[in-house]
């Protein structure tokens, strides 16, 4: 059992940078892929970034692709999205989410455990 604890959201500017992060309160994210989706309001939850178990893959959402940077801490049981030249586009509610089976894939029924999720709200 893994729980996931998202935080680092909050208002930001068009070209302003935000760094989200993700901890396991429980459990250790070690052994699995983590990925971060996103869900704005009445669409559906749209895949950012995932990194895998030992880094072997690392993918990224064709939207945030050159901005967004994943990355992870295992000793701090901790994945960090790095966000950068954030735009409107970008408001949503942002999820972690661990695969424990480690197929770091883009779809969200591959992922066991989530977040509640943190606010990222971009204005012009």
């Known amino acids: 059992q893994v729980q996931l604890i998202e935080s680092g959201g909050g208002s930001a500017q068009s070209g302003d940078s935000l760094t989200l992060t993700c901890t396991a309160s429980?459990?250790?994210?070690?052994?699995?892929?983590i990925a971060w989706f996103r869900q704005a309001r009445g669409d559906w939850r749209e895949f950012v970034a995932v990194f895998g178990r030992n880094g072997a893959k690392v993918d990224y959402g064709d939207s945030v692709k050159g901005r967004f940077t994943i990355s992870r801490d295992n000793r701090k049981n901790t994945v960090y999205l790095q966000m950068n030249n954030l735009q409107p586009e970008d408001t949503a509610l942002y999820y972690c989410?661990?695969?424990?089976?480690?197929?770091?894939?883009?779809?969200?029924?591959?992922?066991?455990?989530w977040g509640q999720g943190t606010q990222v709200t971009v204005s012009s």
């Open positions: 989410a661990a695969d424990p089976d480690n197929y770091a894939s883009r779809a969200t029924h591959f992922y066991d455990y």
């Open positions: 429980k459990g250790s994210i070690g052994g699995s892929a």
